[in-house]
């Protein structure tokens, strides 16, 4: 049986380069994502957030890749209110999943 693909929600190509892996001309490209510990309807400060996408845990602190998964959340969730979001700890991240924290106004 062959394995159904996954969509892209958002491709973003890097620019920089992160702390443990040189990101510039990779495209990273984000399947899924997933809030933990966002509660609907309450004034929440932040939660967890686990980005899956296709490279190496490597793309920890790569700037454009904050920036860009934060503007794609605030425009898909506008109701969130969020703020920023950006790289939880390093020992978090995983290959293929962004452990990410999500802060919001």
């Known amino acids: 049986m062959k394995a159904k693909a996954k969509k892209i ?3 973003v190509p890097l620019k920089g380069k992160g702390i443990w892996m040189d990101t510039a001309g990779k495209t990273c490209k984000v399947s899924e994502y997933d809030f933990n510990g966002y509660v609907h309807g309450q004034k929440n400060k932040c939660c967890n957030l686990k980005v899956y996408h296709n490279l190496p845990w490597g793309i920890y602190t790569d700037e454009t ?41």
Not at 68 to 83: Q, R, S, Y
Not at 92 to 102: F, I, K, R, S, T
């Open 65 to 105: 890749f904050e920036n860009e998964i934060t503007k794609f959340l605030k425009k898909k969730h506008p109701e969130m209110k969020i703020d920023y979001i950006h790289f939880s700890e390093q020992g978090l991240q995983e290959d293929g999943v962004a452990d990410m924290d999500v802060n919001f106004k």
């Open 9 to 11: 929600l958002l491709s």
